[in-house]
């Protein structure tokens, strides 16, 4: 497993929440902390979190130990510039990584098991982009070899990785489904806390 490092992107300004939503409340921990408490069931030692708008702010309240926080000062350029910033730092580590799982920080109902199984199409053929399914597109959680680091480096916008999962015959997915919903209104916060009170 350590040679999988986990990316998870946070750097965004919450416009639409108008409060960092990184550190908005389910249950007792904050959104961010229930995104890395799963990433580190993954990976423990090999979690990667990038921030950027809040950084300040979010360090002082998340003290999540095995985590390696990455300030994105370019955060405002998009998504991309988040995983195009983390990968670059991944190659500047020590550690000698086959592939990047790349997670959102505000989809915190993605469930471990999901992951895993990722993870293990992954490991049948490393070549793969390991996608997950929207139905309509591809979208993250999304493993890339390394292979396509160089790629996800030259990134930009706030599109993320989309073009390269979607305009890609070299892409599998899961059949298995999770729940993707991501957190981005006070409206959204509420509808999946209700969600998980039933």
């Known amino acids: 497993m350590i040679d999988i490092a986990i990316l998870v992107l946070a750097a965004g300004e919450s416009s639409r929440m108008k409060t960092p939503k990184q550190l908005v409340k389910i249950g007792v921990n904050f ?7 799963k990433a580190k069931a993954i990976n423990i030692n090999h979690v990667y979190c990038i921030l950027g ?40 580590t020590k550690n000698s990584y086959d592939a990047v799982l790349v997670l959102l920080g505000d989809q915190p109902a993605i469930e471990k098991t999901y992951l895993n199984e990722m ?23 999304a ?22 999962l979607n305009n890609n015959s070299n892409v599998v997915y899961l059949t298995k489904q999770t729940n993707f919903i991501d957190i ?13 009170l039933k």
């Open 143 to 164: 493993i890339f070899p390394k292979s396509y680091f160089s790629n996800l480096q030259k990134m930009s916008g706030d599109i993320g990785a989309k073009d390269i």
């Open 31 to 37: 959104l961010l902390e229930t995104v890395l408490s």
């Open 184 to 196: 981005d209104t006070a409206e959204d916060l509420q509808n999946f806390k209700n969600s998980i």
């Open 119 to 141: 993870i293990a199409l992954f490991n049948e053929d490393r070549s793969k982009i390991i996608a997950s399914n929207y139905g309509k597109k591809l979208g993250v959680p």
């Open 53 to 92: 708008a809040n950084h300040l702010l979010i360090r002082r309240e998340i003290s999540s130990a095995n985590i390696h926080f990455i300030h994105n000062s370019n955060f405002k350029e998009g998504l991309s510039s988040s995983i195009a910033y983390g990968v670059s730092h991944l190659k500047t």
